[in-house]
């Protein structure tokens, strides 16, 4: 009992402040039991993530369909300096950044809210009913849903259909081709898509709520809204801020299938997204190489936001939720 | 007392009202695109139904469950949707209860390499390369390995995991148990939303998953899953408007086929679902410690 | 959390913070370098072979193909093609079986896109055949570095390949060093544009119905053009006058083909480049289109339609008048509407014509061709491979690929033209499916000619023969713009790429425009943008490969 991995536990009693660096081997043998069950995970990571990474190297290339990694030449930082240059490839980032913004306001609140609801519900047939339908948007694939997102958007479709008899409009219009809507329909019917099975993770953190807490809420006279706002927000709070961290950091993320199938000529400066973009300019004239650059300076960026969110949140929290 | 009883009502009867309304947006579009899949291509065109198409038919339907090929790979998709989701939850929790530790010795480090691998990767050709020298290429185990471990879902865990109450650890301590003893008989167990969560999630992603088929699976087709054959069945589609042999080949619409694919993969999703709900309700822990 | 563990957390982590960040760092750094370095050890086992053709196993016979005089009992070939709708089936049905007996020949198909492709060379085993879809790409510059040229293998395996490749095309795919690498299927030379053996693939159709009803109307000149569609609107509320091709992020039907009715010329009179778009007869007849569009002729759905849903209207007879691209790729929706209502097939007219007096230049296939096949420098059986091309080229692997076996899949009737045997006929229209999968006439196609589609009335359906008759002798070649684009990742390849994206959108603006001023505008906008993006370079670029065509062309 006095040597393994929960000796730690009881040294919560004693005040200790700090370990003098010569035990980390012991420490570490102590912990084996725990480290034995991480160490699995982290070979894995070397394995099958960190061996690629070399690919990143095709951004400082000029590699074409022919290349092997040795054959093709080395360019240095022309690529990105190609990119940087790039009218265009700015346009994409605000519209990326834009769309992303739109989403993560309207499109984070979103699965929280609606989880909630759902959790307030009692249960019984309608609830399981409810989180069914709510999840099944996000096996549509863009390719499909683009699809009919085109038909619905057309001066023909039921969006047009159901706003004349309402009366909301006397000319059907067709929205796709008006660039200024695009940011909201790219956002919007992305948040339709995803907001039900988002709702799925934050549901299984409520499960995990002890009711006690509601019970005792209910003896001290707190109504509904009140014990959301203090027990189940709150207990929400670590996931919440993950999910917050993750979503803030993929700002420059974009969603390469709906901008494909929802980008045409006319609304073409709002839809050009970062993914698309490169895949113009680069994938299908084969060129890894712009790609792949694209790619690494968007996830250096990403991981600088990240750790920015991470401080903040930290702030708010009392932990890291890593 | 009383005003409680209202106040509490009237949340309810706002809330069940809003839930309609949210339900309702989700579903009628959702309705457009099942009644769309068995609508007969005439109808299709017309688009002026929202529900009920002038002409019902199979067609689509036909076109997509004709290929006997396809109950072979549906077996194919069962088996790595089952044994992937099985192994990487367990891969995934073991991982997770080690990093769940504050104290675990270089938990630092640990967390870094998983956030970079988050954000950073070295692309699809040296991916393609690895597996290769790995021997995956054409190997049903190509859709288990490399799916075992995600650090966002050991992350989820780890949070899960954290929220348990020290006092239920210790007690085990006491009673002499391990580690591993700890993780299986008492986190695990205590932990089925999280791990139902994950579960749903590899789940559906083994069930649709059809690039990993595409990229590492090129000459043994027999391990084709579901989602692959349907996706070749689309692309197919399009083959023959691609060439100039419109002659002897008859187009059915492919968009009518892409919907009937989409309701065929889905379905056996809605069947599952429903059986894993009841690890979503709360009250897991009650009676367990008592504090 | 409480105290005791806060403590504890700051203490592990704190303790060992220094150590953990260093450790961290330099941890971190060791598998980059390790990685990087991995990555510049991959690939050693390169692409470059010797490259040297073994002595073939039989006597050369220029008279007799090589297929015939191979002993070899058992080839097997790996074949990739750079697509992934391709079927992949082998020694299955009617057309790859007969071809498996005669050459002794087992393929593997592989399919998928670019990466997929560079995973294979990039990984050291490329397969033996490869088939790609464009001819100007860096793969195909470069192609001395992994492919046999095709003169070589000739000379070594096959000189009857001589016979059955056309010189034309072979000199047109000759690179720097004069050899040949690649050959492309259904490429069509001067002599195929003028044997009349080629059809249109585009037209200017309008319902039959529609048609007669309104007294079979001239739409030749703008102002006919103009006020048939109004008539139109006005006698079938429930149709669109006038429609188009899916844009799909470009122009569809609007430009070129709508260019190819005018008859803009191709090139200036002096022979260089000619920018089509801006010609005034054809933004003439956008600026008639733009009427049309403000009359409520156009609608603005057909912008936005994609392939899907434009199929879905031709099948279902919604518009009125369409211009055509591709007429082949829409032939089943032809006669799908043409089966539902027999009166109103879509029939193609003199549409728009130029102004100026320009006759029709309609373009179909040209030299270049559609797939390109190569053999690669590290083919098992380079002779077995050249074997294969001169099999599927010659007449005899023509007419089994495009229409089976003589007595089994088809007859020759009296006049002298293939027929499918009712049986055939059946399957086709009844199990399409089917039909597919085990007969496989006319899908194996790379290294098609439509010169065999001629030798029967079945090969095009009958809802757009009548359109191929219209285009009888109006088709023009346009040999001479082929592979003109700046090469790939060059900064003018970026720029043109940016000026096309810009003239789809601008093409619709103009057809969308509000007014006149607005039109002007437009046109101006896009004209200083050709000039803020490197057009004089790109301009240079074209005229200095379409002087290396011409060389090719012998004009």
Known sequence: MKNGWYTFYYMKEKSVHHIPAKNFAKDFRRQLPLQSMVLPGIVFMIIFSYIPIYGLTIAFKNYTVVDTFSSAQWVGLHNFEIVVKDRYFWQSIVNTLGISFLKLIIGFPAPIIFAIMIYELSEGTFKRAIQTISYLPHFLSWIVLGGMLIKWLSTTGFINQALLRLGFIDKPVNYLLNGKAYWWIAALSDVWKEAGWGTVLYLATMAGIDPTYYEAAKIDGAGRMRQIFSITLPLMRNIISLNFILTVSGLLHSNLDQAMVLMNSQNQAQSEVIDSYVYRMGLTQGDFSYATAVGLGVSIVSVIILYAANKITNRINEESVF | MTKKIKENKTFSYINYSLIILFTLAIIIPLLNIVSSSFAGSKALAEENFIFFPSEWSLDNYRAVLNDTSMWSAFCVSVLKTVLGVITHVFFCSMVAYGLSKRYLLGRKVYTILGIITLFFSGGMIPTYLLMKDLHLLNNFWVYIIPQLFSYYDVIILMNFFRQLPDSLEEAAIIDGAGAWRILLTIIMPLSKPALATIALFNGVFQWNDFMTAKLYITTKRTLYPLQMKLYEIIVQQQAATMNNIGNFVVQTTSKGIQLATIVVTTVPILVIYPLLQKHFVSGMMLGSVKE | ?555
């Open chain 3, 1 to 555: 959390m409480r105290p005791q563990a806060h403590r504890l957390y700051i203490l592990f982590t704190g303790g060992y913070m220094k150590k953990g960040m260093k450790l961290a760092e330099g941890l971190a750094l060791c598998l980059l370098t390790a990685a990087v370095f991995t990555g510049c050890g991959k690939g050693k086992s390169g692409n470059t072979k010797a490259g040297t053709l073994e002595k073939a196993r039989y006597t050369l016979n220029p008279e007799t193909p090589a297929w015939k005089l191979d002993p070899e009992k058992d080839a097997k070939l790996t074949w990739y093609v750079n697509a992934e709708w391709w079927n992949t089936g082998w020694g299955e049905d009617v057309v790859t079986k007969k071809v498996k007996e005669d050459l002794n020949l087992d393929v593997v198909f592989l399919t998928g896109d670019d990466t997929k492709l560079n995973t294979f060379f990039a990984g050291g085993d490329i397969p033996d055949i490869i088939t790609t879809f464009n001819a100007s790409s860096p793969m195909a510059q470069k192609a001395p570095s992994w492919a046999y040229s095709l003169q070589d293998l000739a000379d070594a395996y096959d000189p009857y390949f001589y016979k059955v490749a056309s010189k034309e095309t072979l000199d047109w795919f000759k690179l720097s060093d004069g050899k040949t690498y690649g050959y492309p299927d259904y490429s069509n030379t001067q002599k195929d544009y003028d044997s009349n053996m080629i059809y249109a693939r585009t037209a200017f159709v309008i319902r039959k119905d529609v048609w007669t009803a309104l007294g079979k109307p001239q739409m030749k000149t703008q102002q006919e053009f103009l006020a048939v569609l109004n008539k139109i609107k006005a006698a079938y509320p429930d149709m669109i006058p006038l429609g188009f091709n899916a844009l799909g992020g470009g122009t569809g039907s609007l430009a070129e083909p709508l260019q190819d009715f005018l008859g803009v010329p191709l090139v200036t009179k002096d022979g260089s480049f000619y920018n089509r778009n801006l010609d005034p007869d054809y933004l003439s007849w956008i600026k008639t289109f733009n009427t049309a569009y403000k009359n409520g002729c156009i609608s603005d759905d057909s912008f936005t339609d994609d392939g899907n849903a434009f199929q879905e209207k031709l099948s279902i007879g919604k518009y009125a008048c369409v211009l055509v691209d591709g007429t082949p790729q829409m032939s089943g929706f032809f006669t799908t509407f043409a089966n539902s209502e027999p009166d109103a097939v879509y029939t193609a007219i003199d549409g728009p014509q130029s102004t100026t007096g320009n006759k029709p230049k309609l373009g179909q296939a040209g030299i270049s061709g559609w797939m390109i096949t190569y053999i690669s420098k590290k083919c098992r059986d380079p002779a077995k491979a050249i074997q294969a091309f001169t099999y599927l080229l010659s007449d005899e692997g023509q007419i089994l690929c495009n229409y089976g076996i003589e007595g089994q899949t088809y007859t020759i009737n009296a006049e002298g033209k293939y027929v499918l045997t009712p049986e055939m006929k059946k399957l086709q229209s009844q199990d399409n499916d089917r039909f597919k999968k085990e007969i496989r006439i006319g899908e194996f196609i790379p290294f098609g000619h439509d010169r065999y589609k001629v030798l029967s009335n079945d090969a095009f359906p009958d809802s757009i023969k009548q359109m191929q008759e219209w285009g009888k002798g109006k088709l023009y070649p346009h040999f001479i713009l082929e592979n003109t684009d700046p090469d790939a990742g060059t900064p003018e390849a970026r720029a043109n790429s940016a000026i096309a994206t810009n003239w789809a959108t601008t093409l619709v603006g103009l057809i969308r425009a509000k007014d006149d001023a607005q039109f002007t505008s437009i046109t101006n906008e896009y004209s200083s943008f050709l000039t803020a993006n490197d057009w004089d370079a790109i301009v240079k670029i074209r005229n200095g490969k379409i002087a290396e065509n011409k060389k090719k062309l012998g004009i």
